[in-house]
């Protein structure tokens, strides 16, 4: 009877218990395990980090299937900024810059090893609302107008060496908002917390796909000359044969039924082999720029 | 063996039950707090992580910790959160409430194992001390990070640590008063029981009369009556039993197994043994056993003590105190069960010496008878070799008789053969011719005189071979011998034979039982001078069978006399010897395979004969 009692007791109290009591929390090192070397493959914010990686994400994978032995990882970049700080600190092994970075990443080793055809659609467009009533450059005078970022090309320079070459001085006749990002930037103006915005038509066109209903509510009021579209660079102890792989792939991408189908997800016709001397004509534009509108770091 | 008082077993049987009880209640109260409180841990950290796995999708997109950074921080004022963190896909931290593991790689068993698992939401740690769950980050189907959260129990513990020892003391508190109902319960149901109990104990002393004072009207007052009852009923049993043993006709003793002394032993015990019962009391089985049965009384009782068997009897000698032998029958019978250790005999015996007296002296008698018998034995035999040879001269006695009489009508045959002759030369008549007639006729008869002897030294010897031969010749035989006799006599003979039916046997022998018949039939007839003798002799088939039968018309056999006139020597002729039909019947019987009936008939008597025909 005194076994019996000891028992329920020492049940009731066990039954209280958890059976794996006092397990130790997670450990940490700072030794990487070993795995296939990883080359980050960074894209200016063509959109947000979701989007982003929705388009290009295929393209990585193609690149992942088709080089052996190492692997690729996309990362995005919250903003232009963000972007740059990581190009510029040498953290991409392979980026997707656009011209004026391409040039700026030049002088921190990278190179060009392929870029986005279409050059006729890198240009800039400036957006408005349909009901503002806006017609001419003028118009904007002692407005807000939205770019998606100080160093954004065919977003910011580009419209506004267009509006500062058509009547508008852009330091003293307007305030510019850099809002971070293209769809921000189409976003502030069809808000109404901007007169115009500035953009490019790869993320206009997207929006328009992604939000018709508020799009019909915009106008594309004005657009810039073209100039080159972006690049694709290597670092340059990214080894020879891995970037020229790379180059070779994208080259060929408009060649193969799959290299299509991610072409049109970016909706780009094709990327070519191309180098550093190609973006000589951004160079030119940039001193221009700077010459007449306004000075670049 | 111990006893536990009924008061105490009620008092611990009531606290236990109550205490198990009470304790189950209250522990599986405590275990359903506890799952609830751990189960909503679980929803919290679930929660947290899937929450931080949405809001950092972009920012793991984006490689950006500073703004993993910002989401992680975010959650550190949760209660008890040991840590949130953000992993990339390879296990590298991207984001800790700790930023001192920023940028490090997790290295435990379980981590590791998170790190290399198909996508999807796992708990890592659930414990006592806290909840570890993983969610991870999804693009679509692409994984490409995990966040993880991990929640402290302390306050869950602390809570259930409270609950316990509250529950232990309401438990305490419980016990105390369910040990005081128990006490008052018990002392008053164990009251009237120990009545009954100490009535119990003094019975037991011997107090034989003593009875159980209760009373009421519950079931314990109930049970006092049932067993005051009882009481009663056991001592007119035990009075019974008392005067069974003291009376008995046959002596009973009670005997200790391992010393073999007599425990209890009756009266008539003790008369069969010549001693006192004082005297009876200092004795052993052993002591009182004759010396020449020791031996096979020790074997019978290691049986018993071996348990091999449950009684043993057996027929022994018992020493008087006066020196004299007392025969016994002793059964000695177990008063142990099976299995258990031997503790008692109980012996009973009855005094057989007048029995084993009468048997010494029916044997004495036995052998007397048995001489005797043998001294007329060898009388018997002597007369048996008279009777013996007194049986040869009777069977040699009968043949002559039977020879005689057989000879009896040939001699009559000759008789008048001789008279013809002796006619005829008186008369001038004879003949040569009328000479050699009664020549060849006395010869055959002669011949036939002759034959008769062989065939009744043959008839007397069962080793004469037989053959198949024609019925109707044998008939013939029969009738040449009595033939002349007949004429003599005016009888008239009739015959109606069927030639050609052949039987197997002894020929001579049937024509002898056929002659036979006729010549019972003839003597009948001049017997009681009948006018007009007639005898009718036919032989036909009936079937498989030749019947043959003799009627005659001597008014018949008195039916008295009908069933024995086939006995031998029994006749009712004056000159008669008592042989003629039971040798025909003997002749028929065993010689020739069939059979013969007489009845009376028409005018006589019908007598007929059934014979076996071989099939040709």
Not at chain 1, 89 to 105: E, H, M, V
Not at chain 2, 22 to 45: C, D, G, K, M, Q
Not at chain 2, 70 to 88: C, D, F, G, R
Not at chain 2, 514 to 540: F, H, T
Request: aromatic residues 8%; contains cysteine; proline residues 3%.
């Amino acid at each position: 009877m005194k076994s019996l009692l000891l028992m329920v007791m020492i049940v009731g109290l066990v039954a209280c218990e958890r059976e794996d009591a006092g397990k130790a929390e997670p450990s940490f090192s700072h030794q990487a395990p070993e795995t296939t070397k990883d080359y980050v493959f960074g894209i200016h914010p063509l959109h947000n980090p979701v989007r982003l990686f929705a388009i290009f994400g295929p393209l990585i994978d193609l690149l992942n299937n088709s080089i052996p032995n190492v692997k690729f990882r996309l990362e995005a970049s919250r903003d232009y900024d963000e972007f740059e700080k990581k190009l510029y600190g040498r953290q991409f092994d392979f980026a997707l810059p656009n011209p004026y970075q391409t040039i700026k990443a030049m002088s921190h080793g990278y190179h060009v090893i392929a870029k986005m055809g279409d050059d006729h659609k890198f240009k800039g467009i400036i957006l408005v609302r349909r009901d503002s009533g806006i017609r001419e450059i003028s118009d904007l005078k002692a407005k807000k107008v939205a770019f998606p970022a100080r160093t954004a090309l065919a977003a910011t320079l580009m419209p506004q060496y267009y509006l500062h070459t058509h009547g508008l001085n852009v330091n003293r006749d307007i305030e510019i908002k850099y809002v971070g990002s293209q769809e921000s930037s189409i976003l502030n103006v069809y808000l109404g917390d901007a007169a115009a915005a500035g953009t490019w038509p790869l993320p206009w066109q997207s929006f328009q796909q992604d939000h018709p209903e508020l799009a019909q509510e915009l106008t594309v009021q004005w657009q810039t000359e073209t100039l080159i579209n972006n690049s694709v660079m290597a670092r340059d102890d990214v080894p020879a044969s891995i970037a020229m792989g790379v180059a070779r792939i994208l080259d060929s991408l408009h060649t193969t039924h799959e290299g299509s189908e991610i072409l049109a997800r970016i909706q780009l016709s094709r990327f070519e082999l191309a180098d550093n001397s190609r973006y000589r004509v951004v160079e030119k534009f940039l001193a221009k720029f700077s010459k007449q509108v306004r000075r670049l770091d | 063996m111990a006893t536990r008082p009924f008061k105490r077993q009620i008092i611990l049987t009531y606290v236990v039950g109550f205490f198990l009880l009470i304790s189950l209640f209250v522990t599986y109260l405590v275990w359903a707090e506890r799952n609830y409180l751990f189960n909503n841990s679980n929803l919290h950290a679930s929660a947290l992580a899937q929450s931080m796995a949405v809001s950092s999708l972009s920012w793991v997109l984006a490689n950006d910790v500073a703004g993993l950074e910002e989401i992680v921080q975010a959650l550190k004022p949760y209660p008890e959160l040991h840590y949130a963190m953000v992993l990339s896909e390879k296990g590298r931290v991207l984001a800790h409430t700790d930023q001192t593991k920023r940028g490090q790689y997790l290295t435990d068993k379980d981590s590791k194992t998170l790190i290399n698992s198909t996508p999807q939401n796992r708990i890592l740690a659930d414990n006592r001390s806290m909840i570890d769950v993983a969610v991870p980050i999804l693009l679509k189907n692409r994984h490409v990070g995990w966040a993880r959260v991990g929640l402290g129990r302390e306050q869950i513990a602390e809570k259930l640590n409270t609950m316990v020892w509250g529950s232990m003391i309401f438990v305490g508190a419980a016990l105390c008063f369910s040990l005081l109902e128990a006490f008052a319960i018990g002392k008053r149901l164990s009251r009237r029981i120990s009545a009954l109990a100490e009535v119990t104990a003094m019975i037991q002393s011997g107090e034989r009369d003593v009875r159980a004072d209760v009373q009421g009207t519950d079931e314990i007052t109930r049970l006092a009556h049932a067993f005051n009852d009882m009481l009663d009923t056991l001592a007119t049993s035990e009075n019974r039993f008392r005067a069974l043993f003291e009376q008995a006709a046959v002596g009973v003793a009670q005997v200790n197994a391992n010393t073999g002394r007599f425990v209890r032993v009756n009266q008539r015990f003790c008369d069969i043994c010549g001693y006192g019962l004082a005297e009876m009391m200092n004795k052993t089985l052993h002591d009182i056993t004759h010396p020449d049965d020791i031996q096979a009384s020790h074997e019978h009782m290691h049986v018993l003590m071996e348990g091999k068997a449950r009684e043993y009897s057996m027929e022994k000698r018992f020493s008087r105190k006066d020196g004299t032998i007392v025969w016994v029958h002793l059964t000695v019978s177990a008063m142990w069960s099976f299995g258990e250790t031997p503790t008692h005999h109980i012996a009973v015996v009855q005094d057989i010496t007048p029995r084993v007296q009468a048997q010494e002296e029916l044997l004495r008698l036995n052998l007397d008878l048995e001489q005797l018998v043998q001294k007329e034995s060898l009388k018997n035999r002597e007369k048996d070799l008279l009777l013996i040879q007194q049986s040869r001269l009777a069977a040699m006695g009968e043949m002559v008789h039977n020879i005689a009489h057989q000879w009896r009508q040939p001699l009559n045959a000759l008789s008048i053969i001789i008279a013809n002759i002796k006619d005829d030369y008186d008369y001038g008549e004879l003949t040569a011719e009328s000479l050699q007639e009664s020549v060849n006729k006395s010869r055959r008869l002669l011949r036939r005189m002759s034959t008769t002897v062989d065939e009744f030294r043959d008839f007397f010897r069962p080793d004469k071979e037989s053959c198949d031969f024609a019925l109707d010749h044998a008939v013939e035989e029969a009738i040449f011998i009595i033939g002349d006799t007949l004429v003599n006599n005016g009888i008239q003979l009739e015959k109606k034979l069927e030639a050609g039916l052949v039987g197997h046997g002894y020929p001579n022998q049937l024509a002898q039982a056929i002659l036979n018949l006729l010549v019972n039939s003839k003597d009948a007839i001049l017997e009681r001078k009948v006018s007009s003798g007639k005898i009718a002799i036919c032989l036909g088939k009936s079937g498989s069978q030749a019947i043959l039968t003799v009627q005659d018309n001597a008014r018949g056999i008195d039916e008295e006399v009908l069933p024995k006139i086939f006995d031998p020597y029994y006749t009712t002729k004056e000159q008669g010897s008592g042989i003629g039909l039971y040798m025909t019947k003997m002749i028929m019987e065993r010689n020739m395979k069939g059979s013969i009936i007489a009845v009376n008939h028409g005018e006589g008597t019908l007598i007929t004969l059934a014979i076996p025909l071989i099939v040709a």
